[in-house]
């Protein structure tokens, strides 16, 4: 590879990186090229990018943006995930497939310039997705307004039955007053 091939991957993976919520650092020593194609459909799926790249050109391409606490720990060959959307749907897609996966480890991450371990990544996929806590709030903001016109319905309702109860009472207390 020439330098300008290697400016060329560094320029695309630092505007990347740039762009990304969240980078995650997997280890795929081992794999076969058709797991890493359907790992990298998986992630398409979800709007991940994933590549691998050489270390030194990794350093140089998150160098200035926010997934820059990474550097330090990039060692042997790894692969780096962006995420540009939704956090949780990159880390969700990842351990899903190092379930299933035999060669495939999660290491590290980074979300939005935070330092993740392994373990953060994982806790990280269990949390809801984006469109899930927007139905959660969503559904949340709703139950105010439709509780309210409950409450003020039964109030209605009962001062209702009030009225009818009263127009029953004095109409009820009349009638035999007049037959008499």
Sequence with gaps: MNRQEKAQIIEQLHEKAARASIAVVTDFKGMEVEEMTILRAKLREVGVDYQVVKN??????????????????????????????????????????????????LRYGSLEGK???EEGVKQLATLPS???????????????????????????????????????QKEGGAAPAAEA
């Design 115 to 117: 330092f993740l371990d």
């Design 130 to 168: 984006k469109p899930e806590l927007l139905a959660k709030m969503l559904g949340t903001m709703n139950a105010v307004p439709t509780n309210f016109v409950n409450v003020f319905a039964a109030v209605l309702r009962n001062f209702l039955y009030a009225l009818n109860a009263i127009k029953e």
């Design 56 to 105: 030194t050109l990794a350093r140089l391409a998150l160098n200035e943006t926010s997934h820059s606490v990474l550097n330090d720990r990039l060692k042997e060959n790894c692969a780096v995930a962006l995420g540009y959307e939704d956090p949780v749907a990159l880390a969700k897609a990842l351990s899903d497939f190092v379930k299933g996966s035999k060669k495939l480890a």
